[in-house]
């Protein structure tokens, strides 16, 4: 199993730019989640999915776009790119609740995003 | 929803010492998940604590709800380089969207 995988991980935009973030799992999670992180503020959950079909806003949403048209991947979508959203981006599934699994978020590596 | 605090967010130690640290509510928890990021790295899960009271131990670590299912803590034994890093706390949503919050982490820091 390659887990979760996420590509790229390094970018550089410019102010205005859009680009898709790519995320994929093989472990037929139905949970997935996109999460920023920056110094001093955590993991902030943007955007999350329970299965096919289905998304819904987290904690920071705006300036982003999710969809989910498999189980295996959800791509996030940065529609016009501005320096605040410069940060590190992980992407995350686990199983949904409720159910016999264990509860862990297998996060990926992570893309390292910078907009000028 | 369900939101835990985790101060202070940065701690130094010297190289066995131990260390512990909280995560906090205001609120009751149905559960509680922990996970450590490396420098440069992800988040990677450690354990989940969903009775109260409850104890787990990995190795050096050792992780305890609350028995008021409030707080919970993790107490490393002997603090060695390789504990370097952040440790997240982080509660889940039992409700229809399994939505996982995440406090804002301490960062460990061992002096050899």
């Known amino acids: 199993n390659a887990g979760v995988t996420q590509t790229p991980k390094f970018q550089v935009l410019k102010t205005g730019q859009s680009m898709t973030l790519q995320c994929a799992q093989d472990m037929n999670h139905e949970y997935m989640s996109w999460y920023r992180q920056d110094p001093g503020m955590g993991l902030r959950l943007i955007h999350y999915?329970?299965?096919?079909?289905?998304?819904d806003q987290g904690e920071v949403p705006n300036g982003y776009n999710v969809s989910r048209s498999t189980t295996e991947d959800f791509p996030l979508r940065l529609l016009s790119a501005a320096p605040s959203q410069t940060s590190v981006y992980f992407c995350?599934?686990?199983?949904?609740?409720?159910?016999?699994?264990?509860?862990?978020?297998?996060f990926g590596p992570g893309t390292r995003l910078t907009v000028t | 929803g369900q939101q835990v605090m985790q101060i202070p967010q940065y701690q130094h130690v010297q190289e066995g010492e131990d260390f512990t640290t909280y995560c906090n509510s205001s609120?009751?928890?149905?559960?509680i998940q922990w996970y450590k990021q490396r420098p440069g790295g992800h988040p990677v899960f450690l354990i989940q604590?969903?009775?109260?009271?409850e104890v787990k131990k990995q190795k050096r670590l050792t992780f305890q709800f609350g028995e008021a299912k409030k707080n919970s803590s993790l107490h490393i034994t002997a603090t060695q380089t390789t504990d370097v890093g952040t440790y997240f706390c982080?509660?889940?949503?039992?409700?229809?969207?399994?939505?996982?919050?995440f406090g804002k982490g301490i960062t460990l820091s061992v002096r050899p």
């Open positions: 999915s329970v299965g096919a079909g289905i998304t």
């Open positions: 995350a599934s686990s199983y949904h609740w409720p159910g016999p699994f264990s509860y862990e978020q297998y």
């Open positions: 982080a509660v889940l949503d039992t409700g229809a969207n399994s939505k996982l919050t």
């Open positions: 609120t009751t928890l149905s559960n």
């Open positions: 604590l969903v009775k109260s009271g």
